[in-house]
C-alpha cells in the first residue's frame, strides 16, 4: 500500500512537535509498517524526507537501515541530520527482546566509564542475538577506549558483516588501525565510512591528515570492504 505524503505529513508532525517519542511511534505504526514509511525517503518534498527518516528510525527494521542511510547524500542537511539520528535510533532498538535488556546495561556502564564490565555485557546481548550489530559496535568502542585496538577491530569487522552502512565502526575501525600505526588501512576505514556519510567532519579530517601523510593511496575512488582487512 503506497502512502500518501499529505496524510503523513499531516499525521506526524503534530507527533514530532509533542516530544513524545513512544506516542510518535505508536501513531506511525498504527498507519504503517517501516517499509511503506520508506517508500518516501525519495520523496521530492525535503520536509517529507526528514520525517520519513524519523519515523523509519522509530519503526523501521534492520533492513529498511541501508535504504535509510542512502539519506545521508541528501542534499538537504536537516535530512542528513534526521537520517543520522534515525539510524542510530533504529540500530539501538534492533536487538531481539532478550538482547536489549544487557545491550542497556552495556551503555549504562559504559556510561560510568565501566569498561571490562560493560564488554561483558555487550558480548552477552550479541550472544543472545548473534545479529544485533550494534552491540558488536558498543563493545568495539568500550574497546577502543581500553586501547584494545586488535579486539575493537574483530568487533567492528563483525558489526560491518551484520549491518554493511554502520558508518561508525567503519570510523572506529580505522581510529583503531591508526592507534596500530597501520595508517593505511585505517585511511581506507575512513574513506569508506565517508562513502556511506560524506559530512562526518571530523572523520573527513583525520582523512585529509593520513592522505598528507601518505600520499595518493589506492582505492581512493573505489569502494572498499572494510570486512576483507581484518
Not at 503523513?8 to 505504526?29: C, H, K, N, Y
Not at 525517503?41 to 520536509?47: G, K, N, Q, S
Request: glycine letters at 6%; charged letters at 25%; hydrophobic letters at 40%.
Amino acid at each position: 500500500m503506497s502512502i500518501d505524503a499529505d496524510a503523513f505529513v499531516s499525521l506526524v508532525r503534530p507527533a514530532l512537535e509533542t516530544g513524545d517519542v513512544s506516542q510518535m511511534a505508536r501513531v506511525i505504526s498504527y498507519r504503517w509498517t517501516g517499509k511503506q514509511v520508506a517508500t518516501l525517503l525519495d520523496h521530492a518534498d525535503a520536509d517529507v524526507r526528514r520525517l520519513a527518516a524519523v519515523a523509519v528510525g522509530l519503526i523501521g527494521e534492520r533492513d529498511d537501515a541501508c535504504r535509510l542511510a542512502r539519506c545521508l547524500q541528501d542534499n538537504d542537511e536537516q535530512v542528513v541530520r534526521m537520517a543520522e539520528h534515525g539510524l542510530w535510533t533504529l540500530w539501538f532498538r534492533d536487538g531481539s527482546e532478550e538482547a536489549q535488556e544487557p545491550f542497556e546495561r552495556g551503555l549504562n556502564l559504559l556510561g560510568q566509564h565501566k569498561l571490562e564490565e560493560a564488554i561483558a555485557s555487550f558480548e552477552q546481548a550479541y550472544k543472545l542475538d548473534p545479529n544485533f550489530a550494534e552491540a558488536y559496535n558498543q563493545c568495539a568502542m568500550a574497546h577502543e577506549m581500553l586501547e584494545q585496538w586488535r579486539e575493537g577491530i574483530a568487533d567492528c569487522r563483525l558489526a560491518i558483516e551484520r549491518m554493511p552502512c554502520h558508518f561508525g565502526a567503519m570510523a572506529c575501525m580505522g581510529h583503531c588501525f591508526a592507534q596500530l600505526n597501520d595508517l593505511r588501512r585505517a585511511l581506507l576505514c575512513y574513506r569508506e565510512a565517508l562513502r556511506v556519510h560524506p559530512r562526518m567532519l571530523g572523520v573527513r579530517t583525520a582523512a585529509e591528515r593520513l592522505e598528507c601523510c601518505l600520499g595518493n593511496v589506492n582505492d581512493h575512488s573505489g569502494h572498499f570492504d572494510c570486512r576483507s582487512i581484518y
